[in-house]
Each structure stands twice: as structure tokens, then as C-alpha cells.
């Protein structure tokens, strides 16, 4: 599979994030969360069509989530597998970075890339989410999270000092271990406690988790972070779509998400 192939080539991961296990298996029964916002056939002779040709020779049942101008000229933004990657619009050179604009000081993504991942993360109700909100919140960040991953741990430490900053984290699913793991069948218990938030602060301080079964929808918020592009936790995500990285404290994802709504990132 490409993304096997992807994995060979761009193993590095971020520091300040638990790294997905490559072999985590595909997702679960039912409709994909994105199959609304899969992109429409390019039009013959396009970037788009010429990048899709181009990869479809690393692996003929290539299928991507997203493909869209980059951030930069030159190059086409592609989402597959959980990997974001980039393509001159020849189809020649391939490459996976998190490109950086020097001028505005952040990481940087294309405005559709970003529509893209607003659209997937406004199909999770409220309801499905594990919130803990700021008392005078200003800013609201998305973080697919796994309950054994260090640095999800370090983040939830931080959770008061965020809500005191104005800034309310709502949690998604995102076992790392991929589903049918221990892992995943203890955020399954988690997600179906009484208590959703104690039990995942709990989890977090490395307390057994009491097994509980329901209906949920753990395995549909891990099937929707690889189609948004997560590889490992924490995966934080600002309200307009912007990927901040992994774990920071409390000062710097503050700091990250001014810069988002001034549209730094952009």
C-alpha cells in the first residue's frame, strides 16, 4: 500500500507526539465520516490529474482524501493515509515536511486543505466529544488523543492552566494502537462511562480502566483522524482547520492559535 510506502520513505515523526503503529488496521464497517467531502475528478490534463497519475505508479489502488493547490507555487497539497504530502504539479518530485512560512512565523497549509478538515471535524457532535471548557473560552481546539501516549498525558496535565488561558479542548478517539487493540477497547470504555471526563483523567494518570461496552464512536473519530492527517498524539487542530503539531504548553498553543485567528497560518 502507499502509505506502507510512505512510511518507508518519511519515518521521522514529531517529538512532542506518540507515533501511530503503521499497521493499524483499516476502518470499520459503515460510511466513512469524509465520503461527503471526497474531492471530485480532476479535469483531463490538470496538476491534480497528472500528481494522481504520478502516485497511482507507487500504488495502483492509490485513493486520495484530498488533493488542492499548496500553500506554495508549484507543488499540489495531497492528503493520503494519514500522511500530508507534497507533489510538484509535474507528478515528478514527491516530498513530506510541514512547510513553514518565514514571514509570518508559523506552519502553513492551503486554504483548501483547511476547509477540507473543517468540514470532517464539524460532522463530530458535540455530544460524541470529551469536553473540558475554558469558563470564558476564546479559542477551541479539536485534539485527537490515546489514553497511554506520554505526550496526551503531559497535555492533560496542562488542562486547567488551558482553560484558564480561554482555551476549551475538546477531545476525539484516536487509539493509536488501531482498532481491536487493548488499547482501543479501553478508550471504547472511557468513551462509555458515566463520567467521560473522569474516566479519561483517570485513564491519563495510568488507573486501570473499568470495562464498559456501548454504542460509540471511537472507531469513527480514528477512521476521521487518518483522514485528516494524524500519525500519532496528541494531534491538535485550531477551530479554522490548522494542524498546531503535537504537544505544547500552554503559552505556545495560545500563542499559535492568536496567530491562527489573526490568519497567520493561512
Not at 78 to 88: A, E, F, K
Not at 152 to 178: S, W
Not at 212 to 236: D, F, R, S
Request: proline share 8%; charged share 15%.
Amino acid at each position: 500500500m502507499l502509505r506502507v510506502a510512505i512510511a518507508a520513505l518519511f519515518g521521522a515523526l514529531s517529538l512532542t507526539a506518540c507515533a501511530q503503529q503503521p499497521s493499524a488496521p483499516a476502518a470499520s464497517k459503515g460510511a466513512s465520516p469524509a465520503a461527503a467531502a471526497t474531492p471530485a475528478a480532476p479535469a483531463a490534463g490538470s496538476a491534480d490529474e497528472r500528481v494522481r497519475s504520478a502516485l497511482q505508479k507507487l500504488d495502483p489502488k492509490f485513493a486520495p482524501d484530498y488533493i488542492g493547490a499548496a500553500p506554495f507555487p508549484g507543488f499540489r497539497e495531497v492528503l493520503v493515509g494519514g500522511q500530508v504530502l507534497y507533489v510538484t504539479d509535474d507528478g515528478r518530485y514527491l516530498m513530506q515536511s510541514q512547510p513553514y512560512d518565514i514571514q509570518n512565523k508559523a506552519p502553513v497549509s492551503s486554504a483548501g486543505l483547511l476547509a477540507y478538515r473543517q468540514k470532517l471535524l464539524a460532522k463530530v457532535p458535540q455530544a460524541e466529544r470529551i469536553v473540558f471548557a475554558a469558563p470564558n473560552a476564546k479559542y477551541t481546539v479539536s485534539v485527537f488523543t490515546d489514553i497511554e501516549c506520554g505526550y496526551c498525558r503531559k497535555l492533560h496535565q496542562d488542562i486547567a492552566e488551558l482553560n484558564r488561558n480561554g482555551i476549551t479542548v475538546e477531545y476525539l478517539a484516536f487509539p493509536r494502537m488501531g482498532l481491536g487493540s487493548q488499547d482501543y477497547t479501553d478508550m471504547i470504555s472511557v468513551w462509555c462511562a458515566a463520567d467521560r471526563k473522569q474516566a479519561l483523567t483517570a485513564a491519563k494518570t495510568g488507573k486501570p480502566v473499568a470495562p464498559k461496552n456501548c454504542t460509540n464512536p471511537v472507531a469513527m473519530q480514528y477512521t476521521l483522524g487518518q483522514q485528516m492527517g494524524v500519525n500519532g498524539t496528541p494531534a491538535i487542530f485550531a477551530a479554522d482547520g490548522t494542524q498546531l503539531g503535537g504537544y505544547l504548553p500552554p503559552a505556545q498553543l495560545k500563542a499559535a492559535l492568536e496567530r491562527t485567528t489573526a490568519g497567520g497560518s493561512r
